[in-house]
Structures are given as C-alpha cells and as structure tokens.
C-alpha cells in the first residue's frame, strides 16, 4: 500500500469547509431552539393532571421518536414539496422534532423528580400553578436533566449530517462535493471528522460546566 496524505487540495477548499461548518452550527442551534422548546410543552403535558394531555403527550413521543429520522427529512423535503420549505427549514423540522421526543422525556422525568410537596407548597402560598412550575419546579428539574440534555444535544449535532441528503449544504454535503472535485478522500472526512468531534465535545463540556455536575471529560481522564 502506498498512499501519501495530501491536505494541500483540502486547505484550497477551506472556503466551502467554514461556510458547511457554519450551516452545520446554525441548523443544530435552530433544531436544539425548537427541540427545547417542544420538549418542555410535551413533557410538562405528560406530568399533567388533564388524561388527555398525558395521552397527547404519550401519543406524540412514540409517533416521533419510532419514525426514522430519515424519513421525517424526506417527509418535510419530499412529501410536503408543494409546500417550498427551503431545505435548511426541512432539515430543522425533522430534527427538533425528532429531537423533541427525547427531550419531552427527560422534562417529565426531571419534573418527575422534584418532590410533589414543594408544588402544593408553592401552590398553597398563593403562587398560580404556572408560577408554581416556573419558579419551583423548573429550575430543579431543569438542573438534575442537564446530563441527559447535553446526551440529545450531542445526537442532534451528530444527526444534523443527516440533512446533506436533502441538500443542506453542511459540513458533510460540503465534504461529498469536495471528494468529487479533490478525489482526495481519507483526507477530507478525517477534516471533517475533527470538525463534528470538536463542536459536539464543546457543547456537551460546556453543558456539563453548567450543570455543576464532575461527570464530565475531565473526570473520566483522571478516572482514568
């Protein structure tokens, strides 16, 4: 065997690399937005007292999140064509909502394990039961899930290549037509492979600092 790396003809291309690169960031910022967003509603909906939104709420998550993400993709892309969604707004329904499934899950356990005491506390001291949520509730469940969301939040980036078949011009569509113009393969996708291990280990770092927990990467090199 006899191959010789060449990352001269990929640095030529470093132009459609950064613009790929930032796609990539937009549409994972936007889809984690809406997946928050979606989740809370239809996590907090499974913790209701109503039977039909918990019903909703069950009906919802296991509709999404059994579907393959693929398939929500070429759903928005293909089947509601008539619709002239721009393919960056398809890639991004598909994933928060994809997304949202998992999300709504890890709200309701969070709000789950917050004590039901401290709710009729609240409630009995005059506070709205949405006050009571906000106030009380939230920021504790909010706190114990944040291990769990910086999990989603990593799958969703790394999902977010999933979108190049619907011609989101991200990293990895960028790096498809790079190989077709360079040939020069390995190279490219060991770019690109650096690139998604970079932003997916700064987000989940970054989450697991917020979340004032020791599980993250530091604590399992020293583990180690």
């Known amino acids: 065997m006899n191959y010789t790396l060449q990352f001269g003809p990929i640095w030529d291309n470093r132009a459609?690399?950064?613009?790929?690169?930032?796609?990539?960031?937009?549409?994972?910022?936007?889809?984690?937005v809406l997946a928050?967003?979606?989740?809370?509603?239809?996590?907090?909906?499974?913790?209701?007292?109503?039977?039909?939104?918990?019903?909703l709420s069950i009906a919802y998550v296991e509709s999404m999140r059994n579907i393959p993400l693929l398939i929500h993709m070429y759903f928005w892309y293909n089947g509601l064509s008539f619709l002239k969604i721009p393919a960056f707004w398809c890639g991004v329904l598909g994933l928060s909502l994809y997304s949202g499934a998992y999300v709504a899950e890890i709200v309701?356990?969070?709000?789950?394990?917050?004590?039901?005491?401290?709710?009729?506390?609240?409630?009995a001291s005059g506070l709205t039961n949405a006050q009571?949520?906000?106030?009380?509730?939230?920021?504790?469940?909010?706190?114990?899930?944040?291990?769990?969301?910086?999990?989603?939040?990593?799958?969703?980036?790394?999902?977010?290549?999933?979108?190049?078949?619907?011609?989101v011009a991200d990293i990895t569509y960028q790096a498809s037509a790079i190989e077709g113009q360079t040939f020069r393969t390995f190279?490219?996708?060991?770019?690109?492979?650096?690139?998604?291990?970079?932003?997916?280990?700064?987000?989940?770092?970054?989450?697991?600092?917020?979340?004032?927990?020791?599980?993250?990467l530091a604590r399992r090199v020293a583990d180690a």
């Open 16 to 32: 459609l690399i950064i613009d790929g690169f930032i796609t990539t960031v937009l549409l994972s910022a936007a889809a984690l």
């Open 36 to 55: 928050i967003l979606i989740g809370i509603l239809v996590g907090t909906a499974a913790t209701a007292q109503s039977r039909s939104l918990r019903a």
């Open 108 to 123: 309701r356990s969070g709000i789950g394990s917050v004590p039901r005491g401290q709710r009729q506390a609240a409630l």
């Open 132 to 167: 009571a949520m906000l106030f009380v509730v939230y920021p504790q469940a909010i706190r114990a899930i944040i291990p769990s969301l910086a999990s989603v939040f990593s799958q969703l980036i790394k999902d977010s290549s999933l979108a190049s078949v619907i011609a």
């Open 187 to 216: 190279e490219i996708y060991i770019t690109v492979c650096l690139l998604y291990l970079a932003l997916v280990t700064l987000v989940s770092q970054t989450l697991t600092i917020l979340s004032g927990t020791r599980d993250g």
